[in-house]
T-cell receptor, first 113, second 111 residues
Framework: AQSVTQPDIHITVSEGASLELRCNYS??????LFWYVQSPGQGLQLLLK??????LVQGIKGFEAEFKRSQSSFNLRKPSVHWSDAAEYFC???????????FGSGTRLLVRP | DAGVTQSPTHLIKTRGQQVTLRCSPK?????VSWYQQALGQGPQFIFQYYEEEERQRGNFPDRFSGHQFPNYSSELNVNALLLGDSALYLC??????????FGQGTRLTVV
């Protein structure tokens, strides 16, 4: 079955430190890849997306992600974390021919002052 | 642009009751999807509506049904509520297969 794995349930980083959140998906042709952020009690906000082309994509709030087809990964990065980045981050995949997004279980980011 | 709006924001229902949740898509969007997000989990796809028809469905029982109106707004209905239906229900709108924009969700508690 198609699936998305976010291996880190929680990550804690110090403010100003760099961040990498991992995402792997099960094999599927032509994936469309997304990262969403969710603050407590809120809906999901799209950070960035990959459909095709350059495998390094830039998003909002200084985030970027790199698609590596050989590793079935789409890791999210930020060079310097701000306290306001503390939230839950979800990786999502849509496979060609399907209209649904398949989400990972999320990574909760905590930021130390 | 108000974005995707959902109502109500919170509600409490008793087991066995029925509930209707509502969603107004982002202006110009013609496709509405519904997701269920249990506490501590990622959202799970329930179904998607396009041109007033259910286009794709996830692994949810028939107790979950929906509707899309000519103005693209949508309703999610859940019958015979179970305790396990307690969750945040998210509506997302898009242009056919474009990126999805999510509403703030409806928090349903079944007691």
């Amino acid at each position: 079955a198609q699936s998305v794995t976010q291996p880190d349930i929680h990550i804690t980083v110090s403010e100003g430190a760099s961040l990498e959140l991992r995402c792997n998906y099960s094999y599927g042709a032509t994936p469309y890849l997304f990262w969403y952020v969710q603050s407590p009690g809120q809906g999901l906000q799209l950070l960035l997306k990959y459909f095709s082309g350059d495998t390094l994509v830039q998003g909002i709030k200084g985030f970027e992600a790199e698609f590596k087809r050989s590793q079935s990964s789409f890791n999210l990065r930020k060079p310097s974390v701000h306290w306001s980045d503390a939230a839950e981050y979800f990786c999502a995949v849509a496979f060609d021919g399907s209209y649904k997004l398949i989400f990972g279980s999320g990574t909760r980011l905590l930021v130390r002052p | 642009d108000a974005g995707v709006t959902q109502s109500p924001t919170h509600l409490i229902k008793t087991r066995g009751q029925q509930v209707t949740l509502r969603c107004s898509p982002k202006s110009g969007h013609d496709t509405v999807s519904w997701y269920q997000q249990a506490l501590g989990q990622g959202p799970q796809f329930i179904f998607q509506y396009y041109e007033e028809e259910e286009r794709q469905r996830g692994n949810f029982p028939d107790r979950f049904s929906g509707h899309q109106f000519p103005n693209y707004s949508s309703e999610l209905n859940v019958n015979a509520l179970l305790l396990g239906d307690s969750a945040l229900y998210l509506c997302a709108s898009s242009l056919t297969t474009g990126e999805a924009f999510f509403g703030q969700g409806t928090r349903l508690t079944v007691v």
